[in-house]
């Protein structure tokens, strides 16, 4: 299972705030957040074959230029499944996470899963709940992390199998 994970300047450890500037890039390898992700993938015999990033900044005034660009890459990598986030109650990242997974949706067969919380981010997830696969995580800083990242691994395997994800949405995610 070949998993591209996208995260904003902040998590994927390139600065905090003051770099939301960052333009988008990506390594092959898991970066920041991404790296505890894939020490669950393992266990499911996965791995993060790519960390894409942007500033949440950068995102905003560049929002289809990043968007493209992430798609043609992760179709470009042959990833089976892309996960953005975890965004924590980031509401910058999440909203930039929402718009990203809309787009790949309609835009690419890879399916897409979003990691984010509800915290300063209730709006959000009741706007894109009904179209999006949105994970449960923490605030950051909260607790229940170690459920969420098995919880996402759970998901990639679901979504790459193309099983029935009913049951698991109504167990991990919003609805």
């Known amino acids: ?21 960052t333009e988008l890039g990506g390594k092959r390898i898991a970066m920041g957040s991404a790296e505890t992700l894939e020490k669950n993938l393992k266990k499911a015999n996965g791995e993060v074959i790519g960390t894409f990033y942007c500033g949440t900044d950068y995102y905003h005034k560049n929002a289809e230029v990043v968007q ?10 042959e990833a089976d499944v892309v996960v953005i986030g975890p ?4 509401p910058e990242f999440s909203t930039m996470a929402c718009e990203l997974a809309t787009y790949f949706q309609g835009n690419s067969a890879i ?8 915290e300063k981010n209730e709006e959000l997830v009741t706007q894109y709940k009904e179209d999006l696969t949105i994970i ?3 605030k950051k800083g909260g607790t229940g992390l170690s459920d969420s990242l098995k919880a996402i691994v759970k998901g990639c395997e679901l979504s790459v199998n193309k099983a029935d ?5 109504s167990q991990y995610c919003f609805s």
């Not at 493209?68 to 990598?77: D, G, H, I, L, P």
């Not at 899963?113 to 509800?118: D, I, M, P, R, S």
């Open 1 to 21: 299972m070949k998993v591209i994970v996208i995260l904003d300047q902040i998590q994927s450890g390139l600065g905090g705030k003051e770099r939301a500037d």
């Open 68 to 77: 493209s660009k992430f798609t043609k890459m992760a179709e470009k990598m």
């Open 87 to 90: 965004t924590y109650d980031y």
């Open 111 to 118: 399916p897409v899963l979003v990691a984010t919380a509800v």
């Open 136 to 138: 449960k995580v923490p």
């Open 165 to 169: 994800m009913t049951e698991f949405k």
